[in-house]
């Protein structure tokens, strides 16, 4: 459950990315996107040792 609600924030991120128009909001979005995927990534490791 938890990869598909960080998916849903790297979905929301990267639309901040491409259509915001705020540096700073856009700049957390990059932040949000490369920190939630790496926590995707370690799940996803986590679940294939199961």
Same mark, same amino acid.
């Given at each position: 459950m938890m /990869?598909?609600?960080h998916q849903g924030?790297?979905?929301m991120a !990267?639309?901040?990315v491409a +259509? =915001?128009?705020n540096a700073d909001a856009k700049?957390?979005?990059q932040r949000i /996107?490369? =920190? +939630?995927q790496a926590e995707i990534d370690t799940m !996803?490791? /986590?679940l294939a040792r199961l």
């Open positions: /990869i598909a609600h924030a790297v979905t !990267k639309d901040e +259509q =915001g128009a700049a957390l979005a /996107i490369t =920190g +939630q !996803k490791t /986590i």
